[in-house]
Each structure stands twice: as structure tokens, then as C-alpha cells.
């Protein structure tokens, strides 16, 4: 009853796929985009975040706020973030395709980069999680019922520590585009969830990770609710022969910076 | 001489898929069960017609009972005795979360305590930050830096209400009874 009245994007089992939310043409919605973008090049005001509210994406509709977020100073307690340690993460967490007796099916790419303050410290020893679909673009999320295998050998589940300069290491699978139910044949371009602590409360992030020259791109809401050109280039990683290992894997370079400085709130002025 | 600032990555929906990945074993259990001054920190994610949000995850951060802030690893793999003062829980099927936590103690003299709240969810591009203040006399929360400068209606909705051992606060994403969410300095739009 409750899953039935829901608005959902998800691909689910005994869902008939022309739910009133898929019925909405590509063609309508990148309209609907174009028509933000174009708002966005005439307004001055130059964006580097999302849009909470952007329509094009159904699910924001009725969940994003309202009203003006609220400025607040932080307190001690949110300039201030939780501690990670080797006791939270085992160190082959990172390497996503050693998790089964068997090797997961796909390209085997290294991802890595480093994760900064906005200031330009590094965020050492701070915990980054990811999780994404497999190469064939099925998670394993029991309500993803999309109708590509599941790879017994791959969970496309990873965790690892910044070292003492910020870099993060994943060793895994490119993964693939995956259908959606926001609009009739929507597909999501193929991305790496990323999950992000800072040295303060406040620059916690959850993000994606997309690659380079992908045509879905300019169809899809969730990558275009950032409506900066700029801004949306850097969710998109780069291609890095010097990652990439002879016989064994290509390379991926993605450098993340979050809000928040290295430990406590200075003006940027009051810094060197 | 002014540092040079670098522009944040953009922030992007946790999407439906996380609950695979990022929900834990004991994500929602800062102190155990039969903890004596144990609490549950519970609520209802909701959205713009209220109806429940299942699909959302929420996380506090939080100082000790007696206000220290002592960030300690351990908090994906509890060992029953640390506090960490970090969870995370994501919401069930009714859009509930629930924690079992202590109270949190004030950080400075004077100061409301408040856990710190962030709130992810499909649907939601980016995340959201807000506070749920332990239930306090209306002359600590006039005075309240934060609690202080918002209208009562507002200020209502950070502040959670006690019932029995039970501490109550539910996040509304959009309407009526939205509750304050907030940005920090050094964030742009």
C-alpha cells in the first residue's frame, strides 16, 4: 500500500514500467533542462552546488525545502568531525575486486585521487565509502530489479583511509549505465557513489563520481541538477595513464575538495 | 594575504541504491541498549505531503553526556564501550530512524546541547544539515544563538520533544511544519 502510493525511481519488481512517473518523454524533460540552463546563463549569480528544487529529477519535487537554507554559525561540536581508524577499515575494503573466491566481470579500473579542504589542506585519515553497479549496471540492492546480471564475485561496495596527504585508492569495476524510472527510457550515466568526512561536521558530502566523455550526460537530471557547467566538470574524473597499470587495470584521477578548513572555522583572510 | 580557497565538488543525491552499502550493523547504537542513561533518538523523515520517506538516512554527531567532544574511531565496528559520538541509521519502510545514544552535554557554559544532524535522501541533490536541541525553558532558547534568532514557529522544529525516555524529532523536507535547515559560512550556493 505504502510502496504502491509512492513516487519512486527505482526499477522494481511488479511495477509496471509505465508508472505515471515514467511516462514523461526524454524529449520533455531535456526541454525542462534546457530551460534551467538557460535560466542559470541569464542570472549572474554563479552556482557551485546542486539545485535542491530542480523538477526535471521527479523524486526533489516533494522533498526538497522550501524555505532559504538558514545561516548558522557553527558550534564547537560542528567544527568537530568523527575519527576513523584501522579498527573501522580493513585494508583490502578497497580493492572491490578481491571481495569473492571468484574475479568480478568488467573493466578493472584504479580510482584514486586526493580528498582537500577548501583551503587546500589535505584531509588525512578521513573515511571515503563507495558504492556503485556492476559492469553490466546492476547493483545489488534487493529493490533493483533491473534486468542485467548480478555478478556473484562483485558487491561494488568499498571503504578505505585518506593517507596523511589526502589520497584516497580503489581498485574496482567501470561501471555501467542503469535504467531508471523517472522519465520513459531514462538511463543513468555509468558513476561511483563517493561518501565524504572532512576535518569539521559541516563538510560532510555524498557525491558521484562520473567518466570522462559520457553521452548520457546531457540527458540526465541528477548530473544537470547541477546547473554549472564548471561545477558539474568536477564530478567527472580524468583519465590517467600514470594510474593506469600495465596488464592489470586503466586509471581514473579524481581529486575531491569539501567546505571547511583544516580544523578550526578562520576567515580566509586570516590565513597564510 | 588571503589563502587561496578552492571551490567544493559538488554534492550529489545518495539515490535510492545506498542501503547495500552505507547502513551498518550497529550504525544506530552509540551506546548499548542497557546503557543507564541510554536514550533513543527517534522520528519520521517526511516530505512535502507528509508522507514518510523511506528511502532516507540520517546521521548525528554529538558530544558526550558531559559535553566533551573526544573523536574516537571505532564507530563501524563497536566494540561496546567507546563512545564515539558519531551513527548512522537509515529510515524504515514507516520513514522512522531511530538511535540509542545518551543525551548530549553542552560543549561551552551556557550553550543549548544539540545533536548535529545530517540528512541524506533520494530525491534530496545534496544533503542537508540541521540540529535537534534537547527540550530546554523558553528563556535558554530566546537566548539561544540560533534558536533565538528564529521566528517560534520555526525555532519549534529543531527542538525535540521529550516522551518517557524517548526523544522525539522528525525532519520535514518540505511544508508547513518544515524544519530549519542550515547553511554554514565558507558554503556556496
Known sequence: ?272 | MSAQRLVATPGQTIGPFFGFALPYEGGDQLVQLEHPDGVRLTGLVLDGDGDPVPDAMIEIWQPDAHGRIEPRPGSLRRDGYAFTGWGRAATDITGRYAFTTVRPGPTNEGKLPFFAITVFARGLTNRLFTRAYLPASSDAIATDRLLGSLPEDRRRTLIATEDGSELRFNVRLQGEEETVFLAFPGEAP
Not at chain 1, 15 to 33: C, N, Y
Not at chain 1, 185 to 208: D, E, K, V, Y
Not at chain 1, 219 to 224: A, G, R, S, T
Open chain 1, 1 to 272: 500500500m505504502l510502496e504502491e502510493s509512492r513516487v519512486d525511481d527505482a526499477i522494481e519488481p511488479g511495477r509496471p514500467a509505465s508508472s505515471d512517473l515514467a511516462t514523461d518523454s526524454q524529449e520533455a524533460i531535456s526541454a525542462e533542462i534546457d530551460d534551467l540552463r538557460r535560466q542559470y546563463a541569464e542570472a549572474a549569480a554563479e552556482e557551485t552546488q546542486p539545485r535542491l528544487d530542480y523538477p526535471p529529477y521527479r523524486s526533489t519535487i516533494l522533498r526538497h525545502p522550501t524555505k532559504d537554507l538558514h545561516h548558522a554559525d557553527p558550534e564547537t561540536i560542528e567544527l568537530t568531525a568523527p575519527a576513523f581508524g584501522q579498527r573501522d577499515v580493513d585494508a583490502l575494503e578497497a580493492d572491490l575486486t578481491i571481495q569473492a573466491s571468484g574475479d568480478p566481470i568488467g573493466e578493472r579500473i584504479i580510482v584514486t585521487g586526493r580528498v582537500l579542504n577548501g583551503d587546500g589542506s589535505p584531509v588525512a585519515g578521513q573515511l571515503v565509502e563507495i558504492w556503485q553497479a556492476n559492469a553490466a549496471g546492476r547493483y545489488i540492492h534487493k529493490r533493483d530489479q533491473h534486468r542485467a546480471p548480478i555478478d556473484p564475485n562483485f558487491t561494488g561496495v568499498g571503504r578505505c583511509l585518506t593517507d596523511s596527504d589526502g589520497h584516497y585508492w580503489f581498485r574496482t569495476i567501470k561501471p555501467g549505465p542503469y535504467p531508471w524510472r523517472n522519465h520513459y527510457n531514462a538511463w543513468r550515466p555509468a558513476h561511483i557513489h563517493f561518501s565524504l568526512f572532512g576535518t569539521q561536521f559541516i563538510s560532510r558530502m555524498i557525491t558521484q563520481m562520473y567518466f570522462p566523455g559520457d553521452p548520457l550526460f546531457d540527458l540526465d537530471p541528477i548530473y544537470q541538477s547541477v546547473r554549472d557547467r564548471r561545477a558539474r566538470d568536477r564530478l567527472v574524473a580524468t583519465y590517467d595513464h600514470e594510474v593506469t597499470s600495465h596488464e592489470e587495470n586503466t586509471g581514473y584521477r579524481w581529486d575531491i575538495v569539501l567546505t571547511g578548513s583544516r580544523s578550526t572555522w578562520m576567515d580566509p583572510e586570516d590565513r597564510r
